[in-house]
């Protein structure tokens, strides 16, 4: 690898798409981003949302691109044909299918990711139920990948994790063997192989290098803490969304709403919640949420302990389709509600990183995190506080990291 070929990241989160190109020294050279307009279920969002960033980038750098990598939405699942056409809208990752919660049970003989309600294999029971057994079914990113190489037939193993996917012995489950739908899924390749050249008329279209490899990639939420360069005693915290909790571990973590990732060498253990930062959107909007935070102290306790999901359910630290969100009481002070809200997501994030000691995880020394709400001060205070641990803010973006996945598949 040259030291001026360069890798691009592409991003696919819950509100939007973001692409970084980085050089081998891992230094970003360019990153843009942009919000759905439709939303997070429209494939066709994801498409032109990714046409559109990479129509910005500056010819001087697309003609050294010599690899590129995708990362999305951990669960998120697209019906589509053979020839990758989508089928209706995809099911979004924190939408749980619990009428099929009996099915699910009798798939898996130990807890995993995909045992789990908000798994996967719920979302891919209802979109079997919609459309028959004729479809494949792919996560966000495997589409993405499969729509820059034009071939479908493949799935990076992290992203099929929720499906199922048994890292540790690079299979499917035992009792899948004898499932009818076995051929809508994809076939399995490790992060960080190549997939395939971009496809000429994407090549063409997107006015990208004809020989541009595309490198298998990750989740979203592993392409953050890649961005983070952690070392061994640091967790990783991303407050997007959602709240997911990361952590370089010796050995796999077994439990309901954990997944095990092997990423560069590594086994990456960690849980996401559904509740994060899209709560405190609900009701109030970014400019005010700054204001009110001025105004919040965050060494002293609101004693209001909200429990802030945006719907029903939970799958990390708790897995409970039906746990309801705890929004009330409202106090008459916006401030003191909004200092609540942190408060109630603090104390899921520090829940969550018990849960990971319980399983055999250390605690961090030190907690990275990164995403919107890594941003505000006044909820990093809160934080400590909750969680008795330190925390240092990265403002590095997981595209980048997800870059150099790309870059290593070429080295």
């Known amino acids: 690898m040259l030291n001026n070929s360069l890798g691009l990241g592409i991003d696919l989160g819950t509100s939007g798409v973001r692409i970084a190109i980085i050089n081998p020294k891992k230094k970003i050279l360019f990153t843009s981003s942009k919000t759905y307009s439709k939303g997070l279920e429209i494939s066709e969002d994801w498409i032109n949302s990714l046409k559109t960033l990479i129509q910005e980038i500056p010819n001087s750098l697309k003609e050294k691109l010599i690899s590129c990598s995708v990362a999305g939405t951990s669960g998120t699942l697209l019906a589509c044909k053979k020839n990758g056409d989508p089928i209706g809208k ?44 004729e479809i494949i ?60 050249n971009i496809c000429s008329e994407k090549a063409n279209e997107l006015n990208l290098p004809k020989n541009l490899k595309v490198i298998a ?16 005693d640091d967790g990783v915290t991303i407050l997007g969304s959602t709240i997911v909790i990361k952590k370089f571990v010796n050995k796999t973590l077994l439990g309901k709403g954990i997944s095990n990732h092997r990423l560069l060498g590594n086994w990456l253990s960690g849980g996401a919640s ?115 641990i330190p925390i240092k803010i990265c403002n590095t973006p997981p595209a980048a990291g997800v870059a150099s996945i790309a870059l290593q598949g070429i080295a």
């Not at 949420?289 to 060494?299: D, F, G, H, R």
């Not at 408060?343 to 907690?367: N, T, V």
Request: proline share 6%; net charge neutral.
């Open 137 to 196: 079914l792919r996560h966000q990113a495997d589409w993405i990948s499969g729509w820059l190489i034009n071939n479908w037939d493949y799935g990076e193993e992290g992203n099929n994790i929720r499906m199922g996917w048994e890292i540790s012995n690079s299979s499917w489950p035992e009792n899948f063997k004898n499932l009818k739908w076995l051929k809508c899924l994809p076939k399995i390749i490790p992060s960080g192989q190549i997939m395939g």
């Open 217 to 232: 990639g990750t989740t979203d939420s592993n392409a953050g803490v890649l961005a983070t360069f952690p070392n061994k």
């Open 274 to 388: 559904n509740a994060g930062a899209a709560i405190l959107l609900d009701f109030f909007n970014l400019e005010y949420i700054e204001e009110l935070s001025k105004q919040i102290n965050p060494y002293k306790s609101t004693g209001l302990n909200l429990l802030p999901l945006s719907n029903k359910g939970e799958r990390f630290p708790i897995d409970d389709p039906n746990l309801r969100p705890k929004l009330e009481p409202r106090p008459v002070s916006d401030s003191l509600y909004l200092h609540g809200l942190f408060e109630g997501l603090a104390k899921i994030e520090a829940s969550g990183w018990q849960k990971l000691h319980e399983l055999g995880a250390d605690l961090p020394k030190q907690i990275i995190t990164i995403g919107g709400g890594a941003k505000n001060i006044t909820w990093k205070k809160i934080r400590e506080r909750e969680l008795g």
């Open 90 to 133: 995809a099911l979004p990752y924190f939408l749980a299918c619990s009428e099929y919660s009996y099915e699910i049970k009798k798939l898996f003989t130990k807890e995993c990711a995909g045992s789990s309600i908000s798994g996967s294999i719920g979302r891919a029971l209802r979109l079997l139920a919609l459309y028959g057994n």
